[in-house]
């Protein structure tokens, strides 16, 4: 899963995984850190879930994937968008999923809602 938070004309983004799948350690990797996978590796937060928070550039798009133990490259299905082998991320995107009903559009409301 993907979190943001507005930082100083920067957001930060933490992967968030579950902290035993896949078992053994996994690093976030991508052009933001040179596909570096010593430079971002997830740590156990003690909720079951592990991180890794990266400050990226506001109006940016980035491409990044994931690296388990044993040269396991998966994808993050909570990316913005992905293309060919890597998932995509845009740091300030926000997603009408991820607002309240309440502040869509009629026409870009949620499934479901209702329209006055």
Known sequence: MLERKQVKGRT?????????TPAGPVSVVGDFNHWNPLAHPLTPQGDGTRTASV???AHST????????????FNDDTADSHDG?????????????????????????APGSRHG
């Open 55 to 57: 400050a990226l550039p």
């Open 85 to 109: 082998p890597n998932s995509r991320i845009t740091p300030d995107l926000v997603h009408p999923r991820a607002m309240p009903p309440r502040l869509l559009a009629p026409d870009r409301a």
């Open 12 to 20: 930060q983004v933490t992967f968030r995984l579950p902290e035993d």
């Open 62 to 73: 980035h491409s990044f994937r994931y690296l388990a133990a044993g040269g396991y490259w």
